[in-house]
Nanobody
Framework: EVQLVESGGGLVQPGGSLKLSCAAS????????MSWIRQPPGKGLEWVSD????????NYVDSVKGRFTISRDNAKNTLYLQMDSLKPEDTAVYFC?????????????WGRGTQVTVSS
């Protein structure tokens, strides 16, 4: 059974930083492309970033390029998202998924997510 536990969210002022973590189990983490997806309040899910199974390739939605950095530790089965220069429009619940940017919509075993609120 796929289990994903996201953590690290919180309330931060504009321009601040947060680092999210996603602890994964129930599948071969090192064999999976991983994504971060977010859901802003009152809106649908939005793909944010993905990283290849060994971390050699990463992709980002245009709105976070240069501000967010995705990484992973396959020894710990953990995915990360370093978020810098945060903006109010980054406010959302953040989820991780063992899918890439093309196929994430087919995933249906979501964790609880972690709330990120950017506000002064």
């Amino acid at each position: 059974e796929v289990q994903l536990v996201e953590s690290g969210g919180g309330l931060v002022q504009p321009g601040g930083s947060l680092k999210l973590s996603c602890a994964a189990s129930g599948f071969t983490f090192s064999g999976s492309t991983m994504s971060w997806i977010r859901q802003p309040p009152g809106k649908g899910l939005e793909w944010v970033s993905d990283i290849s199974n060994f971390g050699f390739t990463a992709n980002y939605v245009d709105s976070v390029k240069g501000r967010f950095t995705i990484s992973r530790d396959n020894a710990k089965n953990t995915l990360y998202l370093q978020m810098d220069s945060l903006k109010p429009e980054d406010t959302a619940v953040y989820f991780c998924a063992p899918r890439g940017r093309i196929s994430w919509r087919s995933f249906d075993s979501w964790g609880r997510g972690t709330q990120v609120t950017v506000s002064s």
